[in-house]
């Protein structure tokens, strides 16, 4: 049975892992690599950049942590597809394979060193190694700004 589906209803849906169909970036915005690009240059799932030049077919962005911190380097447009297998239909997104990083997850940022750092808890962590994992990000103590809730 063929399904038609309208462009609206097409271009809200955010599968996980992909970017929304109209990607709001700005010079200075802070965004986090989706996929792997160039492991060697540091382009790996979850890299963290600051947007310098928007083009029409690549983002121009300096590197924010990692190894080649400060490098610049250019993201393309590619083919995106979920990787959902239970999703209905398929959908493949040609857009920048990008995501707003003002905040990211303690696993998400696992690997990465940052130089300042805010720590927003508002609920336990799960476990004792996710709380190191969000305080050892930072290069020092003193630059971590907490946040917690107190029962």
């Known amino acids: 049975e063929v399904q038609i589906y309208l462009f609206e209803f097409i271009n809200s849906l955010t599968p996980s892992g992909i970017p929304p169909h109209h990607l709001n970036l700005k010079v200075g915005a802070i965004v986090m690599l989706l996929r792997n690009l160039l492991i060697s240059q540091g382009l790996c799932n ?3 950049m ?8 690549c983002i121009e962005a300096s590197l924010v942590t990692g190894s080649n911190r400060g490098h610049t380097v250019l993201i393309p447009r590619i083919k995106l ?3 959902d297998a239970n999703n209905p239909l398929t959908l493949n997104r040609l857009q920048f394979p990008l995501r707003l990083a003002y905040s990211m ?4 940022v696992q690997g990465q ?3 300042k750092l805010g720590i927003h808890l508002p609920q336990p962590v799960f476990s004792h190694g996710q709380l190191y994992v969000a305080f050892s990000r930072a290069c020092a103590m003193n630059n971590i700004v907490r946040v917690m809730t107190i029962n």
């Open 46 to 48: 979850g890299t963290c």
């Open 113 to 115: 060193t940052f130089e």
């Open 50 to 57: 600051k947007v310098q030049r928007l083009h029409e077919h």
């Open 81 to 83: 597809s979920p990787s």
């Open 105 to 108: 997850t303690i696993n998400k």
